[in-house]
């Protein structure tokens, strides 16, 4: 997905640069994706893995992203290490904004998903207003690369939202939800292949990229155990080993394209020779297309979620008759991981007896991110004590509102369930 050349009346005076983003090869679109599942998966160690919370995470990657963005923005051409590191950054930092609205703001997925729309609306329009080209291939001075980055930053917030409202929507399983975005994405590639406009399709394809990528570190990750009979699960191979094998692949994806530099335009002109004219006909059919398709992409999600779904809560109604002495659901479990869980339940109690409201939601919250990043290693060493504890789990996220459409529960109950928990894990 490629644009034509830049008439001579439309560039941007004042400071030229070389073309600052690589050529869009197969190459641009595989380590897009490589970046976005390692950012997912590494956000999700480092998050949940670490206990570091969703907060401090967004914090520790916006203040990395300033920096690897100022080392970027400082370039005077493409350079393939600095802009897929930033690439990799940015998708972290957009995935985590989103995530704050939804878990720790309640926000609503689809009203994030219409606000991130809208504002990547804006972003282009200003774009275009100010530049009239929102073509990759002409990002060659400041203000250029300056948009291009921001929609970039828009794009992972929108695609993680509108990522987990499909999610949310038809309850597919990690395996399943991969085909959904990366059938749109063919059916991009053959529009645009017919003749849609290059610039859209590159767009639609881009915000895609990270459903797809975040859908396959999901796979991944997860364990191996069906929410339903006949789902697909996952590969069980957890966020930090599936982090350290994309980083594998991006790293040595960036070395064979600095040697080859096959990716690479040093300047607009000599890159691009000016192309045939777009066929108007063909744009129209294409557009028509792509309204089909997003006709077609609404009534496939209709018609998942009007199938019944099948959740997380029979985990808990499944293990409603077991029932172990105190101590004994951990006594398998490694005691480094079970003090993370307690020390995080301790803080939420001790917050809820101080009357610290917020500061007991946010640690209760981060108790869910380690007790689910945990699953893949604790379940296998002791089933009935996991899902004894998850029940338990259960009743403390129902408590706080986490996870379930009840609102948060009186103090009293919370800290009883707490008090439960913490007996159970002693």
């Known amino acids: 997905m490629t ?224 929410q339903s009979p006949g789902d697909p699960t996952g590969l069980a191979l957890g966020t930090f080993t599936t982090s350290l094998i994309f980083l594998g692949l991006i790293l040595a994806t960036v070395v064979h394209l600095t040697v080859t530099r096959s990716d690479v335009t040093e300047t607009q002109d000599a890159a691009h020779v000016p192309q045939t004219a777009a066929d108007p006909r063909r744009e129209r059919v294409a557009l028509a297309g792509f309204g089909l398709l997003a006709v077609a992409t609404v009534v496939l999600l209709v018609w998942a979620h009007s199938r019944p779904h099948v959740g997380p809560a029979p985990e808990s109604d499944a293990t409603s008759t077991v029932h172990l002495a105190p101590g004994q659901a951990v006594k398998k479990f490694p005691p480094a991981k079970v003090a993370a869980l307690r020390a995080l339940a301790s803080t939420s109690l001790k917050d809820a007896r101080s009357g610290n409201a917020g500061g007991a939601h946010a640690a209760a919250q981060s108790l869910r991110d380690l007790w689910d990043a945990d699953q893949a290693t604790l379940q296998p060493l002791d089933n009935t004590g996991w899902t004894f504890l998850d029940a338990q789990m259960d009743q403390v996220l129902k408590t706080f509102g986490i996870d379930h459409p009840n609102p948060p529960m009186p103090q009293a109950r919370q800290e009883a369930e707490l008090d439960t928990l913490l007996t159970d894990m002693r």
């Open 3 to 226: 644009t034509t050349t830049t008439p001579e009346h439309l560039r941007t005076p004042g400071r030229q640069l070389l073309n600052k983003v690589p050529e869009v090869t197969i190459w641009f679109w595989v380590i897009k994706i490589l970046c976005t599942t390692v950012g997912e998966s590494f956000a999700d160690w480092i998050n949940m893995k670490l206990g570091v919370g969703l907060v401090n995470t967004a914090w520790i990657f916006t203040a990395v992203f300033v920096v690897v963005l100022g080392v970027q923005l400082r370039l005077k051409r493409y350079v393939p290490f600095p802009y897929w590191l930033t690439v990799v950054v940015v998708s972290v930092t957009g995935t985590l904004y989103t995530d704050i609205l939804t878990d720790q703001l309640n926000v609503p997925l689809w009203i994030s998903s219409a606000a991130f729309s809208v504002l990547l609306a804006l972003v282009f329009g200003t774009w275009w207003l100010r530049e009239r080209t929102l073509s990759i291939h002409s990002v060659t001075t400041p203000a250029r690369e300056s948009f291009y980055w921001l929609t970039v930053l828009v794009t992972f917030a929108l695609g993680t939202a509108t990522g987990d409202w499909t999610l949310e929507l038809t309850g597919w399983s990690p395996g399943v939800s991969v085909l959904l975005p990366l059938g749109l994405i063919a059916a991009i590639t053959l529009l645009w292949r017919f003749g849609a406009n290059p610039v859209l399709s590159f767009w639609l394809a881009y915000i895609l990229t990270r459903p797809l990528g975040a859908n396959i570190g999901d796979w991944l990750a997860s364990p191996k155990v069906a």
